[in-house]
């Protein structure tokens, strides 16, 4: 099996700085004295182990006489690299999930155009609190990453402050979901009628463009994933424990390319209200007959 894309892009830029230095000096103990570096943060930056900062690649290229073209690529494969997985409990432990919560919501304050696409779930910046909770408590969800109760209420309270954004005139948020995400519940269908209800309360937001994949039509991508799209130039996916950031322009380009396809493919305006409307409505009616 090939290794991940990210391990093959730490691999190539460590391959790439230990040509350069294998270019200039005859170890890496060598340029770790010309640096005034410790020899192992060579060997690890060589080795891939270990992540260049920036300015490491700028003193990497002095040191071993490159051109600032060689510096210019090293920067591509480092944004290559920094496509690589963030694991939720890694983020949460180091950050908290309050002030995780909160970078995102400053990255979604800074884009103006957000581009959302979930297959069976409904997006987190239109999500009710009881419907957050009850989906980040589930047996197999945030508490895989070792979420305790009180985590999980400040991750609610965060998101609910991201949605503030619902409501900022400069914003354009377009949300696409499949029917399955009107139709998925986490804990209640009670908890699903009330999202529903949300739904339709937002889709009538002037910022806000609500469109539904209905089962019966022809679905343009491979439901495999949901991912959010940030003024077209970088990609967020989402797994079960992690979170990966897409920044190269081809990447970034082909789900673009993905969700106006989903887009276009989509029920909208009334048409979309109408459909989550008839959802809520036999909710309720299957609801009420179980009583």
Known sequence: MAPPRTARHRAALAERLRDLRRGAFRSGAKLAEALGWPQTRVSKLETGSQ?????DLVDWVRAVGANDMVLAELRTLHAAVHTEYIAFQEMYSARGAGPTQDRYGRLERATTLICHYEPALVPGLLQTGQYTRELLSAPASAVLTGATPELIEEMISGRMRRQEVLYQPNKRIQVVVGEAALRTWFGSPETLIAQLDRLVAVADLATVEL?????????????LAGFTVHDRTRVFLETLTGEQELV??????????????????ALAGPDAVALIQRIAAELRDSSSRAV
């Open 211 to 223: 469109g539904v994949l209905p089962f019966d039509r022809a679905h343009p991508v491979m439901p």
């Open 248 to 265: 190269l322009p081809d990447e970034v380009a082909a789900y673009v390319k993905a969700f106006d396809q989903l887009r276009d493919a």
């Open 51 to 55: 992540i260049p900062k920036d300015s």
